[in-house]
């Protein structure tokens, strides 16, 4: 193999911002630090112990510290059965009044209606539905479309601000599991575009184990073969095994004419 190495780094997927798919690429490990993140977790995120970076976890159960307490960042509404059938997922024109009921009742929350919304708007009697809940004719002959669209109070599912600060629960790679562990006393990684290297054809990889450095899987990547650039994340991929190394981002070394 007549080629030069030229980093070593782990395997990634670049798209530009609202591009799908993107260009193969490998982000030079000299380049990616260790660091607080700017903002707070979500889920499934990858994260370092901030004293021991050898100890490596996936974040679950983020929540976000709001008005003086702790709630789970994913307004938890969002994952009730009842929700997705609810006016407020599907509409008031679609949706099931008795899910309303039970969601209202289990969160503690109130759903106002078009016609309570349009009687305090325009005032009872000024009005009728030309469309069930969501269409109304006004005396004067104009027509209003309300949304169909409950209103809260308070207001679900909850928004969530941009946060500096969270918690979660990590999942450690030597098998513990630690519960509301705060973000500013974790690690996760960061990159710059000066590391990245955009693949060509012709490049040569070689995916090694990053704890034992032990060769996994080499080849050239038209003879992979690999599309080096897709439309879709799908579509660099003709062999599976390499779709896994890019996706978890394994660590490869990189040779280049």
């Not at 370092?48 to 994913?74: H, M, V």
Request: aromatic residues 12%; glycine residues 8%; contains cysteine.
């Amino acid at each position: 193999m007549n080629k030069k190495l030229i980093c070593s780094g782990k395997l990634t997927c670049f798209s530009e911002q609202g591009m799908e798919g993107g260009q193969l690429a490998i982000a030079d490990t000299n380049f990616v630090k260790l660091c607080v993140p700017t903002y707070g977790f979500q889920e499934n995120e990858k994260v370092w112990d901030n004293i021991d970076n050898s100890k490596i976890g996936i974040t679950s159960y983020p929540e976000t510290f709001l008005d003086g307490s702790w709630i789970p960042t994913r307004d938890p509404i969002l994952d009730e059965p009842d929700y997705r059938i609810s006016s407020l997922f599907c509409g008031e024109e679609r949706g099931d009044f008795d899910a309303d009921k039970r969601l209202m009742k289990k969160y503690n929350f109130r759903m106002k209606y078009t016609q309570e919304k349009a009687n305090e708007i325009y005032g009872i009697g000024n009005w009728k539905f030309r469309k069930p809940h969501s269409e109304i004719l006004l005396n004067n002959g104009n027509i209003v479309m309300m949304g169909g669209t409950p209103d809260c109070e308070p207001n679900r599912p909850y928004p969530i601000p941009l946060a500096k600060f969270s918690r979660v629960t990590v999942n450690w790679n030597d098998g513990t599991k630690e519960t509301k562990r705060k973000s500013d006393t974790l690690l996760v990684e960061r990159g710059s575009y000066e590391g990245l290297h955009i693949l060509k054809e012709t490049d040569y990889l070689v995916v090694v184990d990053h704890t034992t450095g032990k060769k996994i899987i080499e080849g050239q990547i038209n003879l992979i073969p690999l599309n080096t650039f897709s439309q879709t994340i799908k579509g660099h991929f003709v062999n599976s095994d390499w779709e896994k190394y890019f996706k978890e981002q394994y660590y490869a070394e990189m040779y280049r004419e």
